[in-house]
């Protein structure tokens, strides 16, 4: 394969100079497109990517424009790439960043787009790293796909703030893992997966079909207030690579043991599937053996609570909005197929994918009705035939993809749609 070097990952490798064991914002502006002949499709996956790439490295968050849109002269930026010192300060004042990532892309050939980048510094202004324009495949999937995979790949062993583990999956025994701060999102960093962990703040909420889901099914209809503590949840479902890192098994043959006909989507930050409910928990168990921490799959209460936005409640029908092609990945625009994780735009706590792309395994059995009066901290019926799986996937209708639609699987099959994320409990 012909090498393509991608400067706006290239950029990625300056942050180490500054690595320290405070998280560092970087917001990534939009993609700069000044020909405007650039698909919008393209300049959506090089931001998003941006942002997840940043943020799946320890001591660094990154954030994008949609975070951003009150800035004064925000538009400034879009239209030009040239910001000046006083509008970087400000920038640094108002979000709290202290560096700014400018991407720009112009069309190169059919196949093909230029990507250049420039990591500028709030405090003083200045032009911290930049690179020369490279070529970069237009095709959004398989650029954002090649995109994160290298910045991966380069970032690895680079950042001092990045702890790779050499322990193979099988050990049983608790590493010495640094506990996470109380009440403060935290990266995940046994056997290199670098697992982005949200802090999702205790509270109350409406569970089930609240007025503005529509199209409920009867399983959804007998609503109730529920109480949850706090809990950390997974920013994006359980990736391949994380999988593979911690399990030892490949998509590839997770698929076999189900002698399914194909896959719907491969790649190290494409989602996990093909994994029952006892695997993920085994997932789970893993992970806490290695570090000493408590994860698990998320109960259908705390899953539904993080996907309205816990504390943050939008009211959406979706996980982030009303408008799902915003943040699902689903029936009409998947292509049959899962995607990236964390391509789609996040709720208002910061998670991904929460509608659509795949489903979801949950810890409760699943029941037709509610008990209206299990309402604190619920985990569901003490048995039952099937699994809770929420949040809908690449084959689902929009109306499945709603945060209160329930659906009840067997634990024990392997499905190309049902996929997880992880829990922490603190």
């Known amino acids: 394969m012909k090498r393509i070097l991608f400067p706006l990952i290239l950029a990625f490798l300056c942050l180490s100079v500054f690595a320290q064991t405070d998280v560092k914002k970087v917001a990534i502006l939009e993609t700069v497109d000044k020909m405007g002949n650039v698909p919008y499709g393209v300049l959506l996956q090089v931001r998003s990517s941006l942002t ?15 975070d951003m849109a009150a800035i004064t002269g925000e538009q400034n930026f879009q239209r030009t790439g040239m910001v000046s010192d006083e509008q970087i300060k400000r920038l640094g004042e108002m979000t709290g960043a202290a560096y700014v990532l400018i991407a720009e892309a112009a069309i190169y050939d059919d196949q093909n787009i230029i990507i250049a980048a420039k990591i500028l510094d709030v405090e003083t202004g200045g032009v911290m790293s ?31 703030t990045r702890t790779m583990a050499t322990t193979t999956t099988t050990s049983t ?8 701060v109380a009440n403060q999102d935290f990266i995940e960093t046994a056997w290199g997966i670098n697992m982005k962990m949200i802090w999702v703040e205790g509270g109350d909420f409406l569970m089930g079909c609240t007025s503005e889901q529509s199209d409920c099914e009867n399983d959804e ?31 590839y043959q997770q698929k076999s043991k189900e002698n399914a006909s194909g896959t719907n989507g491969v790649g190290p930050d494409y989602p996990m599937y093909f994994v029952t409910w006892d695997e993920a928990m085994e997932f789970c168990r893993l992970l806490s053996n290695k570090t000493g921490r408590t994860y698990t799959l998320p109960t259908e209460a705390q899953w539904e609570y993080a996907a309205r936005g816990g504390n943050k409640n939008e009211g959406a029908k979706y996980a982030g909005s009303n408008m799902i092609d915003a943040v699902a990945w689903y029936y009409n625009n998947s292509g049959i197929s899962t995607h990236i994780v964390g391509s789609k735009r996040a709720n208002a706590l910061g998670i991904y994918d929460m509608s659509g792309n795949v489903c979801e395994w949950c810890k409760d059995w699943y029941a ?59």
């Open 368 to 426: 037709s009705s509610y008990v209206s009066y299990d309402t604190n901290n619920p985990v569901g019926p003490s048995s039952g035939n099937h699994r809770v799986s929420r949040g809908g996937s690449w084959d689902y209708t929009a109306s499945g993809c709603r945060v209160a639609r329930r659906n009840g699987y067997s634990p024990g099959l392997r499905y190309c749609y049902i996929g997880f994320r992880v829990v922490c409990l603190p």
């Open 52 to 66: 997840y790439a940043i943020s799946s490295n320890a001591g660094y968050e990154g954030y994008d424009r949609v």
């Open 130 to 160: 930049s690179t020369p324009p490279a070529v970069a495949p237009k095709d959004p999937t398989k650029m954002a796909e090649a995109c994160i995979k290298c910045s991966q790949t380069l970032v690895e062993g680079k950042m001092p």
């Open 173 to 180: 025994s608790t590493s010495t893992q640094p506990a996470p």
């Open 221 to 251: 209809q007998n609503v109730r207030r529920v109480t949850v503590d706090g809990f950390y949840i997974g920013m994006l479902e359980v990736t391949q690579s994380q999988w593979e890192k911690v399990v030892g098994t490949s998509i």
